[in-house]
């Protein structure tokens, strides 16, 4: 029984670490980099706090070294996802009765645990399961992760704390408890931090949870789930199935006791999950909460006043920082005529600088794409444009799956804004820059709001203030996340909530008291100190 106000600890980021030659912590990441390559690990699924083994084996390798195995997971199908759902049902009643501090505690153990004794391990697995370098993982997988558990517990007790005036002889409050059912988290491969907190988000509130996570992410996915049972997370609460897509939609969008999901990947997936779910509305105790992050066609929109060579860094970092398959990457630029010459020579000199190969050599600024059919794609791509007549590829443009999915860090000069370049989303090392003529700015804006279905993030580059502020007006729909003079990725939790809408998602922004508030259901109560004992009120009496 809870005897107290609590004061959770103050929720700070994540302090990122060098990783420098000689660092502590680069000699450590390097050790269990080591350690876990000359290892084959066995990956069973986790439900009701049970190791369950299909017997179905499935290879994991490292993007950047095909031939290399690290390990099996055990493939799952349909019954496991049934069996998933009755573990987070029998274990709803006890996690929704436990008091609120409690799972405050137990997420910021999990915090701790990750910055702590598990940093190494998960900063190392994600760098090879998903080919991330280790800046790019230490950034993700260690701090960002860290902060959506510290900030979480942080904005758990801001929504607590609302509560609803009273007026004499009148008690109002309000209750906010879990939905009624269990909730779906469905991860994608790129950030180890949004695996994380997909499905750590919703259990923070009270809920039971079922979690697929992507098939090219399950390496990365097994050390969260270790560290969420080491933290506490009791059995049957947040249960790890490594099933298909369709095999788990089928089961899971078709159960009574479906409460939502938290989604994060395609537009397509998504928009079929939330379809799905219309078909299937009225087998459903509640209304499902559809929670999704989706894709983008993030742009960087530059004036002549812009200064050049942050606009050179914020293209190559925007764009080329993770091969690109980040959904806030930057995939599109615009650049005006009178500066693009400046521009262009700067933008070659730092890409001469970003090295390319597997993320065990900390000097490799870029890594591989996630698997062979990304890679196939976005090739095609590339291909074309260096026969279109409407583009020309000015950097890069190597590509070679021998060894690894390498695509080399490739720009595309597009002179026609409709490109398909423009407007596709490619999800990876591909940046394509379309050159105005400065006097057509206003319609060149006109154009970068209308090209896309997606509104993620977004930059602008200038140092005229008047311009800043009408590009912001005209662009207020374009993006979730809005940057001026800097690169349209990198949001920190507790200070860029993130999310966007338009063909990008719901603009929930993970992180924030606004996504939590999704998990809840607020019940308001009212008790009269002085109930009334007349039926009449004063104005039905005669005069």
Same mark, same amino acid.
């Given at each position: 029984?809870?005897?107290?106000?609590?004061?959770?600890?103050?929720?700070?980021?994540?302090?990122?670490?060098?990783?420098?030659?000689?660092?502590?912590?680069?000699?450590?990441?390097?050790?269990?980099?080591?350690?876990?390559?000359?290892?084959?690990?066995?990956?069973?699924?986790?439900?009701?706090?049970?190791?369950?083994?299909?017997?179905?084996?499935?290879?994991?390798?490292?993007?950047?070294?095909?031939?290399?195995?690290?390990g099996y997971y055990h493939q799952g199908d349909a019954s496991h996802v049934r069996m998933a759902i009755e573990a987070a049902m029998a274990a709803k009643k006890s996690w929704e009765a436990m008091s609120w501090h409690h799972r405050?505690?137990?997420?910021?153990?999990?915090?701790?645990?990750?910055?702590?004794?598990?940093?190494a391990k998960m900063n190392a697995a994600t760098m090879l399961g998903q080919s991330k370098n280790a800046y790019q993982a230490e950034i993700d997988s260690a701090c960002e992760l860290a902060d959506f558990f510290r900030f979480g517990v942080r904005e758990m007790t801001r929504i607590y704390s609302m509560q609803p005036e009273s007026s004499k002889g009148i008690w109002n409050y309000n209750e906010f408890r879990p939905l009624e059912g269990f909730v779906y988290a469905l991860t994608p491969f790129n950030f180890t931090s949004i695996a994380g907190n997909l499905p750590a988000a919703p259990a923070m509130m009270g809920n039971v949870v079922v979690w697929k996570p992507s098939k090219s992410a399950v390496y990365s996915a097994g050390v969260i789930m270790e560290i969420f049972r080491e933290a506490g997370v009791p059995d049957g609460v947040i249960n790890l199935v490594f099933v298909s897509g369709p095999a788990a939609a089928d089961v899971v969008l078709q159960h009574p006791d479906f409460a939502g999901i938290h989604f994060t990947g395609s537009t397509g997936v998504f928009q079929s999950v939330w379809k799905k779910i219309g078909e299937n509305i009225f087998k459903y105790k509640s209304y499902p909460r559809i929670v999704g992050e989706t894709g983008g066609k993030d742009f960087i929109f530059a004036d002549s006043s812009a200064d050049r060579q942050a606009l050179a860094i914020a293209m190559v970092r925007g764009a080329f920082e993770y091969q690109g398959q980040k959904c806030s990457a930057a995939s599109r630029a615009y650049i005006p005529s009178s500066i693009w010459p400046d521009v262009k020579e700067r933008l070659g000199n730092e890409l001469a600088k970003a090295k390319m190969g597997p993320p065990e050599d900390f000097t490799n600024f870029v890594n591989a794409v996630i698997d062979e059919?990304?890679?196939d794609k976005l090739s095609g791509f590339i291909e074309n444009a260096k026969t279109d007549q409407d583009a020309e590829v000015i950097f890069g443009g190597h590509c070679d799956k021998t060894v690894g999915y390498f695509i080399e860090p490739t720009v595309i000069q597009a002179f026609d804004p409709g490109y398909i370049t423009m407007e596709e989303e490619l999800f990876g090392p591909v940046l394509t820059v379309y050159v105005y003529e400065d006097e057509k700015i206003w319609e060149t804006l006109s154009i970068l709001d209308k090209t896309s279905i997606y509104a993620l993030t977004g930059a602008i580059f200038s140092q005229n203030?008047? &311009? %800043?502020?009408?590009?912001?007006?005209?662009?207020?729909?374009?993006?979730?996340?809005? @940057?001026? *003079?800097? !690169?349209?990725?990198?949001?920190?939790?507790?200070?860029?909530?993130?999310?966007?809408?338009?063909?990008?998602?719901?603009?929930?922004?993970?992180?924030?008291?606004?996504?939590?508030?999704?998990?809840? &259901? %607020?019940?308001?109560?009212?008790?009269?100190?002085?109930?009334?004992?007349?039926?009449? @009120?004063? *104005?039905? !009496?005669?005069?």
């Amino acid at each position: 029984m809870v005897k107290g106000f609590f004061n959770v600890p103050v929720a700070v980021n994540e302090p990122i670490l060098s990783y420098a030659p000689g660092s502590r912590e680069r000699i450590e990441l390097q050790a269990m980099i080591r350690e876990l390559r000359d290892q084959t690990c066995e990956m069973p699924m986790i439900i009701g706090g049970k190791e369950v083994k299909s017997g179905r084996l499935e290879r994991i390798f490292p993007p950047h070294e095909i031939n290399h195995t690290l390990g099996y997971y055990h493939q799952g199908d349909a019954s496991h996802v049934r069996m998933a759902i009755e573990a987070a049902m029998a274990a709803k009643k006890s996690w929704e009765a436990m008091s609120w501090h409690h799972r405050a505690s137990i997420f910021l153990k999990a915090a701790d645990l990750l910055a702590g004794p598990y940093r190494a391990k998960m900063n190392a697995a994600t760098m090879l399961g998903q080919s991330k370098n280790a800046y790019q993982a230490e950034i993700d997988s260690a701090c960002e992760l860290a902060d959506f558990f510290r900030f979480g517990v942080r904005e758990m007790t801001r929504i607590y704390s609302m509560q609803p005036e009273s007026s004499k002889g009148i008690w109002n409050y309000n209750e906010f408890r879990p939905l009624e059912g269990f909730v779906y988290a469905l991860t994608p491969f790129n950030f180890t931090s949004i695996a994380g907190n997909l499905p750590a988000a919703p259990a923070m509130m009270g809920n039971v949870v079922v979690w697929k996570p992507s098939k090219s992410a399950v390496y990365s996915a097994g050390v969260i789930m270790e560290i969420f049972r080491e933290a506490g997370v009791p059995d049957g609460v947040i249960n790890l199935v490594f099933v298909s897509g369709p095999a788990a939609a089928d089961v899971v969008l078709q159960h009574p006791d479906f409460a939502g999901i938290h989604f994060t990947g395609s537009t397509g997936v998504f928009q079929s999950v939330w379809k799905k779910i219309g078909e299937n509305i009225f087998k459903y105790k509640s209304y499902p909460r559809i929670v999704g992050e989706t894709g983008g066609k993030d742009f960087i929109f530059a004036d002549s006043s812009a200064d050049r060579q942050a606009l050179a860094i914020a293209m190559v970092r925007g764009a080329f920082e993770y091969q690109g398959q980040k959904c806030s990457a930057a995939s599109r630029a615009y650049i005006p005529s009178s500066i693009w010459p400046d521009v262009k020579e700067r933008l070659g000199n730092e890409l001469a600088k970003a090295k390319m190969g597997p993320p065990e050599d900390f000097t490799n600024f870029v890594n591989a794409v996630i698997d062979e059919s990304s890679f196939d794609k976005l090739s095609g791509f590339i291909e074309n444009a260096k026969t279109d007549q409407d583009a020309e590829v000015i950097f890069g443009g190597h590509c070679d799956k021998t060894v690894g999915y390498f695509i080399e860090p490739t720009v595309i000069q597009a002179f026609d804004p409709g490109y398909i370049t423009m407007e596709e989303e490619l999800f990876g090392p591909v940046l394509t820059v379309y050159v105005y003529e400065d006097e057509k700015i206003w319609e060149t804006l006109s154009i970068l709001d209308k090209t896309s279905i997606y509104a993620l993030t977004g930059a602008i580059f200038s140092q005229n203030r008047y &311009n %800043i502020e009408k590009y912001s007006v005209l662009l207020e729909n374009a993006a979730g996340n809005f @940057y001026i *003079n800097d !690169k349209p990725t990198g949001a920190v939790v507790g200070q860029q909530p993130f999310g966007g809408a338009r063909g990008s998602g719901t603009n929930d922004k993970a992180g924030s008291l606004f996504n939590l508030m999704r998990w809840v &259901n %607020i019940r308001t109560i009212k008790e009269n100190f002085n109930p009334p004992h007349q039926l009449l @009120y004063p *104005n039905f !009496k005669e005069d």
